[in-house]
């Protein structure tokens, strides 16, 4: 699994490793590899006097020497090994075994947040500190650094009863790191030691504490407490607070310096289940081949079941369409966008032009005075110098120069670095096409400006028309109500939905573009070894951000109403987000500048005060997930590995995918196989039933569907619908009579249901496939 920030490029290099397990599985068939052992245990041989006897007694019969990782109690029965892969066979075959698995590898994918969000002009429609003091939020990541003022507990009361976690002592980690506050710290790294050997204490604490700093922003991000006068050298100056700053963190290390482990993140799922947390975040992702190999779905489903609301990150595999992670219908899946605020530099040719670009530097700035500008490409040898890599850049060609990099292949505050250290005097990174007008604020360690394709490719033009190309950069500043905003960031995964077409993902977007939060003491902003700078706050990107924001928005809404389930508190963040600007535009994606789509953004942005009263939600029980399953012709045994349920699939039952009570459409249709484009074929029929819960006073709603597909007419039954009582629940039918269209045509179209005071809207998307 992976870490879902846009800031390390070992992300992706540990992407690339982690695809080699299905395509180079042959190299060693005596290797061992971390396996999780599904057992049934329900059907237990009588000859066991208890589960860990059975569990033990299977493992030797197949290896003397494997020893068990983990026992699974809660989220998954069974445990984890490691084994050849022919010990897995073995083992597999033995009766009692459900599923034999090989572990995934996982990677990780704010001061401004909660005006930009509305939190500050609505305070009196939330629910007081009090209730949100007995919501606890669970943050699976690379744990926390306890000292930040983000996690003082001043004014907050007594630990909630319920709660059953621990503080794990650890290195440089003791019980009163834990307060009122963070009440709870675990660690988990028997997987990951199985293997990559054992944790080098010299670089990273086996325990709880944060080495790396993306554990430390996303749970403060999700439930700081407000730090008066935080920023970033200045930047972004203000209180910074999480989204549910009285509600009480829990974390759960499982992403260390080599990566994010599937048995360390079903362990800590068991865990955090018995604890006790109400919502769970995970910024982190792998690619997954199905649900009941993703230990992230697998421990979201048992979550769910026990009413745990779950949050990740969509990836940030963006802007490719079908880059989504954490797909499954039973968690929430984040998308990422920007604020209303950015860091602006100026840079100034010798032309006389100017253009703005953006950079968290916060050093000695250059002079006014124009100096030489050069781009990478001319002043190395490399073929892909352009990027500066690494040792690509001719020393004599950059010294006492600016230098231009063009976006990719390593990290962005690398590239400062290696132009830094080849004698450069400053840097523009330029965005490639990928990028388009994204601009990613970072701290570098020499002046630099972040610009956009556009401007990339103006100063470029002027480089090579000019014999002795000048410029300049501005020192920074932070610049706020920046319009239009949000825009979709270039990043963020797209749909649609490669495992499951017929569900939309993902299902909404927030604040994940320079987001100010918590940051360890234990390397500079930028993450490089020679950045020996210390903050107490940074400013970052990815989906890896904008998920905390839903999973401390989850909270206050689990504190305003603590009878919600995890579908009704998703269905009143989706129906209420918005996917256009005051001006009825759509909301724009940065890297296409075209508006977005529900591929883009789901549902739309959130909009958490509308979120508190929905009026109308779709509700979703373990049933209908179920159901689900049964859709996906599941057998009991996967079906057993999600869910440790016996559930058979009735015979007689229609299971479709389309049924699953929803709060948005997604229409796969099917191109007809004829050749010449399936002119003349009938058109295709599809019916999607929903049921609406009423979460408001008596009232009657209308529907009314705007569509930018001529060829799909939308047809609901009944157009309105009266509810009388709350929590009563009445159902409607929507049929889609498409036309055939060439395989790869999308569509779209919107369906509101309103009573003149709540509008319960869902976006449809149609793919022909
Ligand atoms: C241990 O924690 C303290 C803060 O209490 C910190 O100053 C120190 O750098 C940490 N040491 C390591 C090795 O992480
Ligand atoms: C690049 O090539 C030139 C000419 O062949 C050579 O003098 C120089 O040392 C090379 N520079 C690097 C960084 O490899
Ligand atoms: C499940 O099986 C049925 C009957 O064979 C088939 O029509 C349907 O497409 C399958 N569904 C999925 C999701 O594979």
């Keep these: 699994m992976k870490i879902q920030t846009c800031r390390v490029s070992q992300w992706f290099l540990l992407f690339l490793i982690s695809s080699c397990s299905c395509s180079c599985s042959f190299a060693a068939a005596q290797k061992k590899k971390t396996y999780i052992i ?29 020893q068990t990782l983990y026992y699974y109690n809660t989220v998954a029965h069974g445990f984890s090994t490691r084994l050849t892969v022919e010990e897995a066979k073995l083992i597999e075959k033995q009766q009692g075994i459900l599923a034999v698995i090989p572990e995934l590898k996982y990677d990780l994918h704010t001061t401004r947040t909660p005006e930009f969000l509305g939190l500050e002009k609505s305070v009196s429609f939330f629910p007081a500190s009090v209730k949100v003091g007995e919501v606890i939020v669970g943050v699976l990541d690379t744990g926390v650094w306890p000292e930040l003022e983000s996690f003082d507990d001043t004014g907050l009361g007594p630990v909630p009863v319920s709660w059953k976690g621990e503080c794990e002592v650890g290195k440089n980690f003791t019980s009163s790191s834990c307060n009122r506050k963070l009440i709870g710290a675990r660690y988990f790294s028997k997987g990951y030691e199985a293997a990559f050997g054992a944790i080098d204490e010299s ?37 910074a607070k999480g989204m549910a700053a009285e509600a009480r963190v829990a974390t759960y290390k499982v992403c260390w310096l080599g990566g994010c482990f599937g048995s360390d993140i079903l362990a800590a799922m068991d865990k955090a289940i018995e604890d006790g947390v109400n919502v769970l975040s995970l910024s982190l992702g792998g690619s997954s081949p199905d649900y009941y ?20 990150s969509a990836g940030n595999g963006g802007p490719s369409s079908g880059s989504l992670s954490n797909v499954a219908p039973w968690i929430t899946t984040v998308g990422a966008g920007t604020l209303d605020r950015d860091f602006p530099v100026y840079v ?46 001719n020393p004599a060609k950059v010294a006492g120069k600016i230098v231009v990099c063009d976006r990719g292949g ?65 020192a920074g500043t932070t610049r706020l109500g920046v319009q239009p905003s949000p825009l979709v960031a270039a990043f963020s995964s797209r749909g649609p939905n490669l495992l499951t077409p017929q569900i939309l993902k993902p299902d909404l977007i927030a604040p994940g573009v320079n987001i100010l939060a918590g940051w360890t003491g234990g390397v500079g902003p930028t993450g490089l070894d020679s950045d020996k700078r210390h903050v107490a706050f940074n400013i970052i990107s990815g989906t890896s951000m904008s998920c905390p924001h839903i999973s401390g928005l989850a909270a206050l809404l689990k504190a305003a ?44 942005h959130v909009n958490p005060t509308a979120a508190l009263d929905p009026g109308l939600v779709y509700d979703a029980t373990i049933e ?104 009563e629940q009445k159902s409607y039918t929507v049929t889609f009579v498409a036309s055939a269209m060439p395989s790869g045509s999308e569509s779209f179209a919107r369906l509101e249901w309103s009573d003149g005071k709540h509008n319960v809207g869902s976006p449809i998307a149609f793919t022909w496939t």
């Design 348 to 393: 100034t040719l010798g032309n006389g032009k100017k253009f703005t670009g953006q950079s968290l530097y916060n050093g000695k700035p250059l002079s006014d005075s124009l100096i030489p500008i050069v781009y990478a490409a001319h002043a190395s040898n490399s073929t892909s110098g352009s990027l500066c890599l690494t040792s690509t850049l």
């Design 561 to 604: 109403h603590p009878d919600w389930s995890p579908a009704v508190i998703r269905s009143a963040l989706m129906t209420t987000a918005y996917s256009t600007y005051k001006t009825g535009e759509a909301i724009q994606d940065v890297s296409s500048g075209l508006p977005s789509t529900p591929f883009d953004i789901g549902a739309g």
């Design 203 to 239: 670089q990273e604490s086996k325990s709880p504490r944060d080495d790396d700093g993306h554990g430390s922003h996303t749970s403060t991000t999700a439930a700081g407490s407000a730090v008066t006068g935080a920023s970033l050298f200045g930047f972004a100056a203000g209180t």
């Design 293 to 312: 190999r993703d230990n992230v779905a697998i421990g979201a489903f048992s979550a769910t079941a026990q009413g745990v609301f779950v949050s990740c």
């Design 38 to 66: 599904h057992m049934d245990r329900t059907n237990m041989p009588q000859a066991f006097d208890d589960h860990f006897q059975w569990y033990d007694s299977s493992l030797k019969s197949v290896s003397d020497s494997a």
């Design 624 to 727: 209908d997930y179920f159901a689900f399953l049964c859709a996906l012709n599941y057998s009991s045994f996967q079906i057993k590995v999600i869910s440790k349920k016996d559930f058979t699939c009735s015979g007689n039952k229609n299971y479709k995918l389309e049924d699953l009570n929803y709060p948005s459409f997604a229409v796969a249709l099917e191109t007809p196989s004829t050749k010449g484009g399936g002119e003349g074929t009938a058109p295709t029929t599809v019916k999607y039933t929903r049921t609406l819960t009423n979460k408001g006073a008596p009232s009657t709603y209308k529907v009314s569907v705007t569509s930018k597909s001529p060829s799909v007419k939308i047809m609901v039954e009944p157009e309105s619908l009266s509810f009388a009582k709350p929590n």
């Design 410 to 474: 390593n990290s962005r505050v690398q590239k400062g670095l290696v132009v830094k250290d080849a004698g450069g005097a400053g840097m523009i990174l330029a965005n490639t096409e990928t990028y388009g007008e994204e601009q990613l604020a970072d701290a570098h360690l020499l002046p630099a400006a972040a610009v956009g394709q556009k401007t990339g490719d103006a100063i470029k033009s002027y480089i090579s028309s000019d014999a002795n190309p000048t410029a300049t950069i501005s």
